[in-house]
């Protein structure tokens, strides 16, 4: 069992001397007050059995709990009746309303047990320090009402202290900071729901039948209550899913950490992101993406224990808090069930939608100390979880140094961008027919100041998963226009060439920063070209044409990159308005060794040539590819045989002891 055995002893001890006390009130108080037993009595007991199974529920340090007051009317019971026939009402009335919210035995023998004892001592003490009831006339003057109100606070007072105790034994938490808070929550509407009791003793006295009068105040602590715990309840939830939001999940971390340091035990800190989510939302429209946010919630609570936390951290991420496991394997077992719950598709609206998930999971105390270090450690797990296309993974320390030194990036590419440690590298592109170099291809890297320089291949999946690849090309765009600008102060008339992701081609951002960096450097826009893959075209057809058309018509030259290895119907194609097909490296790298690959390329640049569109050979790796190439009638060609990407001072050097006269051809001019 994971819970502590003091938490056991605890409970026990309560439900054995709350019985106790509840068998000697019985015994010794109970029997004159139900022979005199008025009207008023029984009116009472009504109201504390009422009101036991009307709780006013609130939030408690993010956790759900229920005030009752339940125990005004017992209070008020003791001052009319004494404890003979209060203790026995509110142990009656608090099994009532336990039996009916089916909570488990041992919760309502304790409740029993708790009231009994609390109501007891305070019945006591009130028989020592006072002599009310004063029968028979009134139960009290007002002279008793200062030892009342000492009476009314014990009462309060113990009951906070044992119903603190036994939950603070239960989640680990301190007892007095779950007491203090516990009590500033409950001294608002228990404390003056307690006050009201003797105002229901006066006016049950005066007449049973304006007893009612006294649900007003009630109801209306009540309706202020809610009010209190749904804005409370906004807070810390999340408005579209109903999930705990990020505040609310960090603090059940911290509380998770904490109890889980003090028994010795393993927590896990889980993150989730959803695999083209983005994609969903933007071709489905956020109906649909909201939707499936909803669905997905509801998978992974209905999945997990009470004590576990679900919460969303914002857009697609998920986040989830298992605060005591049994060792690390069983996190991932957790993670795996949950994959698999989100493997079966969602029907939304007699759409049928499929979406996959990556997770990764830190564990307390093994990968972190603190919540923060956890949830980073999580990313990053989810990040390699992601690449690996693995589903769920746990941070692994030291696998070896180099995917250490890879997930640390993931942390400090926001940085790099920020700091210009990115780099542009410029391939050159020729035209086959004339040996002229037409423009270049702008290949991002990272200059990394430990670790030299990363290939994009490294890092441009990352910031796509991290929601970086924005400020990324647009890093890349100012750059890029930055060098066509310099250039052309040089004399040189050369297009620059840039690669697109397809989250930023559907970004919108994107129709906003062109422009403006266009002014910025004041370039001709025919001297920008944007590459983008087919998948990003076939993903959402209609959204791609406009977002091209838009590009087209601020005079943009658009090439389709890595051409033949996605799946873009020919006739399609023909309706965008494209201006260049790159055809992949891979048929070309192969084209002299391969039939099939020569063949492949011939029909590509045939195809370009039929649709008016410019053949571009990228992965000319040597001379004899060349040549085949400029006897199929390829447009332009773009290689290591010609060369390699170079930084741009290398560039220039390049430029002025290339074989073939470097001079310029304007691509809008090629195009046309
Ligand atoms: P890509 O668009 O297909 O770029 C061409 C890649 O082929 C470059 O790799 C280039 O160095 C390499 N290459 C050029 N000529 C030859 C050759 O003759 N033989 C062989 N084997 N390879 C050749 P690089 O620079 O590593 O870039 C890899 C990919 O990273 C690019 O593929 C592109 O998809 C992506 N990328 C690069 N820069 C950016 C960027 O700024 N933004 C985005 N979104 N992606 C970028
Ligand atoms: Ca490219
Ligand atoms: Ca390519």
Redesign the pocket.
Known sequence: MRKPSLFRLFVTAVIVIGGASLAWVTATRTAGVVEGGPLLLWVMLGCVIVAELLPINVVLRGQEGELLTSTAFAFATLIAFGPGAAVPALCIASVIGDVARRKPLQRVLFNVGQYAIALTLTGVLMETITVVPRAPLASFIGADLPLLLVCGIVFFVVNTALVATVIALASGYPVWTYFASDFILQSSTAGFALGLSPLMVIVGEFSVGMLPLLALPIVAIHRNTRQAVLSEHQALHDALTGLPNRVLFHDRVRQAIESARRHGSTSAVMVMDLDHFKEINDTLGHYHGDRLLQLVGQRLSSLLRSEDTVARMGGDEFAVLLPSVGDQSYALDVAEKMLDALRASFEIDGLTLEVGASIGIGCFPDHGEDGETLLQRADIAMYVAKAAHSGAQLYEIAQDQHSVQRLALAGELRRAIENDELV??Y?PKVDVATGRVVGA?????WQHPSLGLI???EF?PM??HTGL?TP??KT?LNIALQQVADWRSQGHRLSIA????AR?FLDSQLLDDIPELLAVWRVDPALLEL?I?ESMIVGDPERARAVLERLNELGITLAI??FGTGYSSLAYLKQLPVDEI?I??SF??QMSGSHNDETIVRSIIDLAHNLDLRAVA????DQGILNRLTELGCDVA????IS??LPPDRLEQWMSSFPLRSTWLSAAGAAA
């Open positions: 542009l590298h391939q291809e702008a290949l991002c890297r290939m994009p291949d441009v910031a796509e690849i990324l090309t890349v840039i690669n697109l992701s930023s590459e893959t990159d890595d790159k992949d490296k070309v790298l990228e992965g000319v790796e773009q290689g290591y045989h390699r990407p």
